[in-house]
């Protein structure tokens, strides 16, 4: 079998390293190790990496619950206004209560 080798491989020492460049040079490139973050963040990047399509899945899904229940809502408006203006106190009065506790996370303001 015959090699193919090019004109700088051919001129390099067989001591030369194979990068053509003298020893000490550096390229300026991080090492792979390096370039890794490290500790919790390192383990939350690489659990969030080895589980995306779980996540993009899960994401999917609760976006699909929240237009049903907006559908829901619009639908239950239209044929039950009763029911509708029920849901709508039961809403008023969870919203009072995160508020009241500081857990609206809409408003971004915690007490």
């Known amino acids: ?30 090492e792979p190790d390096a370039a890794k973050p ?24 609760m976006l699909g619950v929240a237009i049903f229940y907006k559908w829901r809502e619009g639908r239950l408006a239209k044929e039950d206004p009763e029911e509708y203006a029920r849901l709508q106190r039961l809403k008023a009065a969870v919203g009072k209560d995160a508020e009241a506790d500081g857990d609206n996370n809409e408003t971004g303001s915690r007490q």
């Open 38 to 61: 490290a500790g919790v963040g390192a383990d939350i990047a690489n659990m969030i990496g080895n589980h995306k399509g779980k996540l993009a899945m899960g994401a999917a899904a």
């Open 1 to 30: 079998m015959s090699r193919i080798f090019s004109k700088a491989e051919d001129a390099a020492p067989a001591d030369a390293p194979a990068t053509g460049r003298p020893e000490g040079e550096s390229t300026g490139a991080v």
